[in-house]
């Protein structure tokens, strides 16, 4: 009896101390509660939500480009994809063999399917073709009922409408390079294109716009549960060109065959109505992906497809330049446009001589005369006179040796050469003879047929310094946005020398004698002024001069002159100028003065700066593509 | 004096009616209270509906409260007399599942008995206490102290436990051996002897971790050092702790757990389901669970400590320290207190064995309550007389 209760105080005391441990073990249980739940809470609570929630950017819709009027020239295309989820389809392999019998599908592309679908989780869908046609998608549709899992989807892929026709001026998208990945996270979404050349490039963050988001909750597999929240983001603003189409591929027609460019400006407002480069390329090869062949057949051609000669090919002007030439002339008063000059045909300077283009020479010539027969020992002359440094100041005045600032890539700036620039590039001073030549407009002097075009257009109007300029206008969300351009300068040119040079401008194509009277315009109110020039691009050595010239047909195509015209019309109220080289294509007058009338009388019957846009630009029917 | 010398001294006779009506009505409701808790978690561990967990539950609670009470009114005479068949029958279980038992998440655990599955070492949990408690009702507090007489109740104690260890089920043979070590030391056991007793369990880890299946060692590696695999091992446990501290003081809401309805969290309904009302009612939720557990605790050891016999008194405090070992290790595992083991929070997660073994434990606590005053003698053959 006495063990008996010893024995039950024993297990009163330790089961109390047992409980005690309990209570003490339930406390640190306690403890943990509050250390987790309260202290340590928001940690968690952010975990939690980083588990959860995902973000997900929507690309936005990329901004389409048209011509003055409204044609589409890039728009959006909805590329129908066929897409399958190995959850739905069950058996993969046999939904895809049930898919060839409807489309082919390529022994690669299986492989590849095959392999995403080992990888991915099993609601993920897969993409087995991209750009179905309408007879593709329909086909699918129709026999959807066997084809568990697959489904069309619709993503966007750039679409050039002006095809070749505009290519050199609008560019084209390409896929997202290592490099380019820095900045906007879009630019690493799947599929996503950015602007590689042209307008593409040159306006992409305004035709990127801003990425939407959604933000969606998620379980532990990664399946969307729900949409949190959604940001549609901004599409990005639609481009209007100054372009006019028509006028743009009639100017292509004229020089298809050629290696060459023409640039139409509106001499009061700059706006580029048509911009040619020739030979062209397709830029819609370059939206899905080019081909190796394709691309290599580009690079390999010898007349550069993919340069667009009008702003990055750099040309001596030939005679073009001539009207440059007079201005500093007359500007540093050391030409009076009515002194003389007498050509036998040549000049000497030292123990050289410098030749005139015609063998026999032009006899007496005054400003005018000079300049409607392109005589160059005239303008030898005013070149001694004035000298490189005076040439120079007045070519830099029409902008020739700076980029005018078109809104494209890769423009060039050309060169307007002086004695520094000789000294501190080549180390050796200027020679005298140098100074002859680039009267001529040949030498070092390069422009491009963008900076003749700008040339032409400031004498046309009356010495306004007028700057090129790509687009019209651009629209957000079919709101125009504020174009904040100031009004040109005056190049503070007297009106006696312009005249001067306008009226040499007007003798090249209207009278007899003029070097471009064959390309005149003869149509009531149309006549237009012009200046031709022919640039040689090897030089004549003696021999040969002494053996009689070779008739450029006769020379091989590299070893022909360039053929240039710059012009303008109406002659009474300038408002179209145009420049056009050719290369390789002989004579200023035989060859480019030809091009530049047509294009010149297409532009006045299109009359595009006169026809008011704003009835023309009708946007819905545009847009429905 | 005779009389206590054997089981059958004391009071006998005590009618069924006069049993019903000594059922101690504040368990039971004690007991129901985190039962119907387990209903609303499995509610919406199921997004909001019975199926296919809560209806189950509910039937399985029911049919449990049933065995309860079937139990709690059997004259407590004959669990002393049937407590080494108890013990050997579900011994037999646990080498019955290691010859033919089914092999289910890579752990032989579960034996099928026609519709029947069965889990033969939640049994061995009531059997060993109920073994434990009849061997300590027959020793003297002198006998104690003889080394040869811990002999049978260490034997009792580590043959299931190693049974159970080969499964593998690491949880339940940690919870045999645990169970069994307290009620040596509430049976009398010398602290020195208990603490010889601890050195040979820790000596036995090395032998233990031969046994253990890889993934369980990679729990155990990972609750040492959580960070080093988080997509791993680790994972399961930092999203419970996720889940647990994103709940915050109010929790997210009855069905509003994220963690828990989008998957993140493992076993939501078994193992985790405490980590899911954590995140659902938060801090006041799981103090609140936890406060109830106590009182639980607490009621029991109080109604033990009322029991006149030995027996009771052990078999009372075996039950109510396996209850506490359920409670503390779970709770500690979601936390990441412990190692990933595979023990349920009782009354609450989703399964029959183990709800079943709890309400059949609990049943012997209301036995012992309406038999407190019953004493039992000593010996066994004054019991056949």
């Known amino acids: 009896m006495q063990g008996e209760t010893s024995r039950t105080k024993m297990f009163t005391r330790r089961t109390l101390l047992l409980g005690g441990v309990q209570s003490l073990l339930l406390a640190g249980l306690a403890g943990r509660m509050y250390q987790l739940q309260v202290l340590e809470s928001d940690r968690y609570k952010t975990l939690a939500d980083d588990n959860r929630i995902n973000m997900q950017l929507l690309p936005p819709q990329r901004g389409r480009i048209f011509d003055r009027f409204g044609q589409p020239l890039a728009v959006n295309q909805l590329n129908y994809r066929l897409v399958i989820v190995p959850e739905q389809a069950g058996d993969l392999e046999r939904s895809l063999d049930a898919l060839s019998n409807l489309l082919p599908i390529e022994a690669r592309d299986r492989e590849r399917i095959l392999r995403e679908a080992r990888r991915k989780r099993k609601f993920v869908p897969i993409t087995v073709r991209e750009n179905l046609t309408w007879e593709e998608v329909s086909r699918i549709e129709v026999n959807a009922p066997e084809l568990p899992g697959t489904m069309i989807d619709v993503g966007q892929t750039r679409h050039y409408l002006a095809g070749e026709e505009a290519a050199h001026i609008i560019g084209y998208v390409g896929a997202v390079s290592e490099k380019e990945l820095e900045g906007d996270p879009v630019l690493a979404l799947p599929g996503f294109r950015i602007g590689k050349n042209g307008a593409e490039k040159n306006f992409e963050m305004a035709l990127r716009g801003k990425a939407g988001s959604r933000q969606v909750e998620v379980n532990a597999f990664g399946r969307i549960i729900r949409e949190l929240r959604r940001d549609e983001g901004q599409p990005g603003d639609d481009h209007f060109l100054a372009i006019d189409m028509g006028l743009q591929e009639y100017a292509n027609a004229r020089i298809r065959d050629e290696s060459a460019a023409a640039v139409v400006i509106d001499v009061h407002s700059g706006e580029l109505l048509a911009m040619a480069s020739a030979p062209s390329f397709n830029p819609n090869s370059f939206t899905t992906g080019i081909s190796h062949t394709e691309w290599n057949a580009l690079l390999a051609n010898d007349r550069f497809p993919l340069t667009n000669k009008a702003i990055s090919g750099q040309y001596s002007p030939g005679s073009t330049f001539k009207m440059i030439v007079a201005l500093a002339g007359l500007g540093g008063g050391v030409m009076n446009p009515t002194h003389e000059v007498i050509c036998p045909g040549f000049t000497v300077l030292g123990n050289r001589r410098f030749h005139c283009w015609k063998r026999g020479g032009h006899g007496r010539m005054n400003m005018n005369k000079a300049l409607t027969q392109s005589c160059d020992v005239y303008f030898y002359e005013v070149a001694k006179r004035v000298g490189v440094d005076g040439m120079a100041v007045m070519a830099r005045r029409f902008g020739f040796g700076e980029k005018l600032g078109i809104e494209l890539p890769s423009e060039r700036k050309g060169l307007v050469p002086t004695r520094d620039w000789k000294l501190a590039v080549h180390g050796v001073p200027w020679q005298k003879g140098e100074t002859l030549i680039i009267g001529i407009g040949q030498g070092f002097l390069l422009t491009t047929p963008l900076q003749l075009a700008v040339m032409t257009a400031r004498i046309a109007n009356g010495g306004i310094a007028v700057l090129p300029k790509l687009v019209r206008e651009t629209r957000r969300a079919g709101q125009r946005l504020a174009d904040a351009r100031e009004p040109f300068p005056s190049m503070g040119l007297p009106p006696a020398h312009l005249a001067i040079v306008q009226k040499g401008m007007r003798d090249v194509t209207n009278s007899p004698r003029g070097t471009a009277y064959r390309a005149r315009i003869e149509e009531p109110g149309m006549a237009m002024a012009g200046k031709t020039g022919s640039v040689q691009v090897k030089r004549i050595t003696k021999a040969e001069r002494e053996r009689g010239i070779r008739k450029n047909k006769d020379r091989p195509w590299k070893d022909r002159d360039h053929a240039l015209f710059v012009g303008y019309a109406p002659i009474d109220a300038p408002r179209y100028a145009i420049s056009i080289i050719v290369e390789h294509g002989g004579g200023g007058s035989t060859t480019a003065a030809p091009i530049g009338r047509d294009i010149l009388r297409e532009v006045q019957r299109r009359d595009p700066a006169r026809r008011g846009p704003e009835e023309n630009i009708v946007l819905d029917s545009a847009v429905a593509v | ?385």
């Not at chain 2, 503390?328 to 349920?344: K, S, T």
Request: include cysteine.
């Open chain 2, 1 to 385: 004096m005779a009389t206590q010398e054997n089981f059958d001294g004391g009071r006998t006779g005590m009618t069924l009616l006069a049993r019903v009506w000594q059922i101690n009505l504040v368990l039971v409701v004690l007991i129901c209270l985190p039962a119907l808790v387990g209903f609303a978690m499995l509610y919406s561990a199921a997004g909001g509906d019975m199926e296919p967990w809560a209806g189950r539950q509910i039937i399985r609670f029911g049919a449990g409260l049933v065995i309860m009470f079937a139990v709690a009114l059997v004259d407590i005479r004959f669990w002393i007399k049937s407590a080494y068949f108890i013990y050997a029958g579900a011994f037999a279980l646990l080498v019955g599942v290691e010859l033919i038992g089914d092999a289910a998440m890579g752990a032989r655990r579960w034996m099928d008995i026609g519709p029947l599955q069965l889990q033969p070492s939640e049994i061995m949990k009531i059997a060993l206490v109920i073994a434990l408690a009849r061997y300590f009702h027959t020793v003297t507090a002198e006998d104690i102290k003889r080394i040869p007489v811990l002999i049978p109740p260490l034997l009792l104690i580590l043959a299931p436990a190693a049974l159970v260890l080969r499964q593998p089920d690491l949880g339940t043979a940690a919870l045999l051996a645990l169970s069994g070590t307290m009620m040596l030391f509430l049976a009398g056991l010398r602290m020195w002897k208990l603490g010889i007793a601890l050195a040979g369990l820790l000596g036995a880890i090395p032998v233990a971790w031969q046994f253990l299946r890889d993934y369980q060692k990679a729990r155990i590696l990972t609750f040492i050092n959580p960070e080093s695999d988080p997509l791993g091992a680790g994972y399961h446990i930092l999203q419970s702790k996720i889940a647990f501290g994103s709940g915050g003081i109010f929790g997210k809401g009855f069905l509003g757990g994220t963690q828990s309805h989008l998957n993140f969290l493992p076993e939501k309904q078994t193992d985790f389901i405490f980590t899911m009302l954590a995140e659902e009612f938060g801090l006041v939720g799981s103090i609140t669970l936890l406060l109830l557990y106590f009182a639980i605790m607490a009621y029991g050891t109080v109604i033990s400590l009322r029991c006149n016999s030995q027996f009771g008194r052990m078999l009372g405090m075996g039950i109510i320290i396996t209850f506490f070992l359920y409670v503390f290790i779970n709770m500690a595992m979601v936390m990441g207190m412990v190692p990933v083991v595979g023990i349920p929070l009782p009354l609450i997660s989703y399964g029959g064995s183990a709800m079943l073994t709890l309400l059949f434990g609990f049943g012997l606590v209301l036995n012992i309550y309406i038999h407190r005053d019953v004493q039992i003698g000593r010996r066994l053959q004054h019991l056949r007389a």
